[in-house]
C-alpha cells in the first residue's frame, strides 16, 4: 500500500471501569493490533488506540490491572477526534446503578453524530457492554445483543430506558453480533445490493440482512459513504473478536481480516447485520 492510497488513520478509544472482562478488552485488541502490524509492512498505520478510565489503574475481572491513557474529563474534551468507542463488558451493573462513567461518555459520542452526521463514527459494545448502551436509549428501535445470561437483564434495562425516552425497545437476538446502520457498508443503492436480502426470522419481524461475507471494496473511508452512527454490540466474551474482524473487513480490508485470522488461528463466526 503506498503513501498516495494509505488508509486514514482511525482512532479508537476503549472505556475501562472496575470488574471489566479482560478478554473484553484484550480480544478486540488483538485484532486490531495484529491488522496495524500487516499492515506496516507496508509502511502504513490503520487503528490508534487510547484508554480511559476515572483511575490510573483499572483492575479487571481476572485481577489484571490496565493503565489509562486518561480520564474521563480528558476524554470528553478530546471525544470529537476519536472514530470508534468501544465499550466492553463486565461489573456494569455497578455503573448502571449508580450512574457513573462511562455512560456519559457513551451518550456524549452519540450526540456528536447530531452535531457533526458527516464524520463516519462507530460505538462498539462487547458482552455485557451493551447494557451500558440500552440503559442511555442508544439501542431503541434497533437489534442488538449481549451475552446469553444476561438477556432478561438486558430487556428490563432497554424496556426502562424506553419508557424513560418514550421510545421503541430494542429487538434483543442471541447472535454473534449485531451491527446496525448497514448504509455505511453496502452504499446508497441498499436495496438492489447483492449483499442483501429479506429475512423475518426475528419474532416476525422483517429486517434487512446481509450476508457477512468477506468482499472487497466495501471500505466506507475510501469511498466517501458516511451515514449516521454504526452501532455495533457483540455477544458473550470472544463474540468481540469476531465483530473486531468484521471492522478490519469493513474498515481496512478483507484480505487484512483473513490473514489476522490466520495469525491468531481463529475462525471467524457470523454476525448479521441489519438496516
Do not use: W
Not at 172 to 179: A, H, I, P, Q, S
Not at 193 to 205: Q, R
Request: hydrophobic letters at 40%; aromatic letters at 6%.
Amino acid at each position: 500500500m503506498t503513501a498516495s492510497n494509505a488508509l486514514p488513520l482511525i482512532r479508537v478509544l476503549i472505556t475501562m471501569h472496575p470488574g471489566i472482562d479482560t478478554l473484553d478488552v484484550t480480544g478486540p485488541l488483538e485484532v486490531l493490533s495484529l491488522a496495524n502490524k500487516i499492515i506496516n509492512k507496508d509502511a502504513n498505520h490503520a487503528f490508534e488506540f487510547k484508554f480511559v478510565s476515572a483511575t490510573k489503574q483499572t483492575k479487571t475481572a481476572q485481577a489484571i490491572s490496565l493503565q489509562r491513557n486518561m480520564n474521563y474529563k480528558q476524554a470528553h474534551a478530546r471525544l470529537s477526534t476519536f472514530d470508534i468507542l468501544m465499550v466492553p463488558g463486565g461489573g456494569v451493573e455497578k455503573i448502571i446503578r449508580d450512574e457513573l462513567e462511562p455512560l456519559g461518555l457513551i451518550k456524549a459520542f452519540s450526540d456528536l453524530q447530531k452535531k457533526d452526521p458527516s464524520r463516519e463514527r462507530t460505538i462498539f459494545s462487547i458482552c455485557t457492554g451493551s447494557l451500558l448502551l440500552a440503559h442511555q436509549g442508544l439501542l431503541s428501535g434497533l437489534q442488538a445483543t449481549t451475552h446469553p445470561d444476561f438477556f432478561a437483564k438486558f430487556i428490563k434495562i432497554d424496556n426502562d430506558a424506553a419508557l424513560r425516552g418514550l421510545n421503541e425497545c430494542c429487538d434483543v437476538v442471541e447472535e454473534r453480533y449485531v451491527v446496525n446502520n448497514l448504509r455505511f457498508d453496502a452504499g446508497e443503492k441498499i436495496d438492489k445490493s447483492p449483499h442483501v436480502s429479506c429475512t423475518s426470522d426475528f419474532d416476525d419481524h422483517s429486517v434487512r440482512q446481509e450476508c457477512d461475507q468477506p468482499r472487497k471494496d466495501t471500505s466506507p473511508r475510501a469511498s466517501g459513504r458516511l451515514r449516521g452512527l454504526r452501532v455495533i454490540t457483540s455477544g458473550g466474551i470472544t463474540c468481540g473478536i469476531d465483530a473486531s474482524l468484521y471492522l478490519v473487513r469493513t474498515l481496512v480490508s478483507s484480505e487484512t481480516a483473513v490473514e489476522v485470522g490466520r495469525i491468531m488461528m481463529y475462525e471467524c463466526k457470523q454476525g448479521i447485520i441489519v438496516s
